[in-house]
Nanobody, 124 residues
Framework: QVQLAESGGGLVQAGGSLRLSCAAS????????MGWFRQAPGKEREFVAA????????NYAGSVKGRFTISRDNAKNTVYLQMDSLKPEDTAVYYC?????????????????WGQGTQVTVSS
């Protein structure tokens, strides 16, 4: 089993930055594809970004491309989401997810393990 724990959320003004971390425990995630999703109140969970097991390939939602950067440090068993130029519409709970089949696609059902989420609030 893999346990995922997100951190780094908070309140930030529009145009600001935050860096989310997702620390894995229980086993190494070095062979897993990893993703970030978010869910705003009253909305469905949506894909944000994903990264291959090696870190060489990434995948972004159109709404965050050019503003967010996903990365990973397999030695630390941790995945990151750098969020720049934040907008009020980025306000949501952000979840980290792991795909044990090494995929890094946008479909939430592809992912096997999920964290509890961290709140990101962007004020205008």
């Amino acid at each position: 089993q893999v346990q995922l724990a997100e951190s780094g959320g908070g309140l930030v003004q529009a145009g600001g930055s935050l860096r989310l971390s997702c620390a894995a425990s229980g086993r190494t995630i070095s062979s897993y594809g990893m993703g970030w999703f978010r869910q705003a109140p009253g909305k469905e969970r949506e894909f944000v970004a994903a990264i291959s097991w090696s870190g060489k390939s990434t995948n972004y939602a159109g709404s965050v491309k050019g503003r967010f950067t996903i990365s990973r440090d397999n030695a630390k068993n941790t995945v990151y989401l750098q969020m720049d130029s934040l907008k009020p519409e980025d306000t949501a709970v952000y979840y980290c997810a792991a795909d044990r089949e090494s995929g890094y696609g946008p479909r939430h059902y592809q992912y096997d393990y999920w964290g509890q989420g961290t709140q990101v609030t962007v004020s205008s």
